[in-house]
C-alpha cells in the first residue's frame, strides 16, 4: 500500500522560511513525478511545483520556492523562502509513476496518490 506523509508546516512570518517534506513509502518513484500542490479553504487545489524530468514551478512561486528529491529516500522536499501570507495553505505532496509533458505536471487529475496535507501559515 503507497503512503505519502508530508511534514514540516508550521506558522511564520512574511518573508520567513519553511522546509516541507513529503515521503513515500510501498512503491519508489524515482522514474515518475512527486508535486506540491496548495488548497485554500473553498478554493481549488493549485499546484505549486513538481519534479519529474525537470523542475517545473507555478509562476506564484517561481524564485521563491525550490523543489528537491532524494530517491534514495524516496523523498521530495519543498523549500520555501520569502514566504508571504498569500502562501498560506494546506499544501499536499502527490505523486505518479509516470512523467508528463511540459506543462502538463499542473494537473491534479494526473496523480494516483496523495498525503493528509500539512498546514502552512504566514502572518503579516
Known amino acids: 500500500q503507497v503512503q505519502l506523509v508530508e511534514s514540516g508546516g508550521g506558522s511564520v512570518q512574511t518573508g520567513g522560511s519553511l522546509t516541507l517534506s513529503c515521503a513515500a513509502s510501498?512503491?519508489?518513484?524515482?522514474?515518475?513525478?512527486m508535486s506540491w500542490f496548495r488548497q485554500t479553504p473553498g478554493k481549488e487545489r493549485d499546484f505549486v511545483s513538481a519534479?519529474?524530468?525537470?523542475?517545473y514551478y507555478a509562476d506564484s512561486v517561481k524564485g521563491r520556492f525550490t523543489i528537491n528529491r532524494d530517491n534514495a529516500k524516496n523523498t521530495v522536499y519543498l523549500q520555501m523562502n520569502s514566504l508571504k501570507p498569500e502562501d498560506t495553505a494546506v499544501y499536499f505532496c502527490?505523486?505518479?509513476?509516470?512523467?508528463?509533458?511540459?506543462?502538463?505536471?499542473?494537473?491534479?487529475?494526473?496523480?494516483?496518490?496523495w498525503g493528509q496535507g500539512t498546514q502552512v501559515t504566514v502572518s503579516s
Open positions: 519534479f519529474s524530468w525537470r523542475r
Open positions: 502527490a505523486a505518479s509513476s509516470k512523467t508528463y509533458p511540459s506543462g502538463s505536471e499542473s494537473d491534479p487529475r494526473l496523480y494516483d496518490y
Open positions: 510501498g512503491r519508489s518513484f524515482g522514474s515518475g513525478t
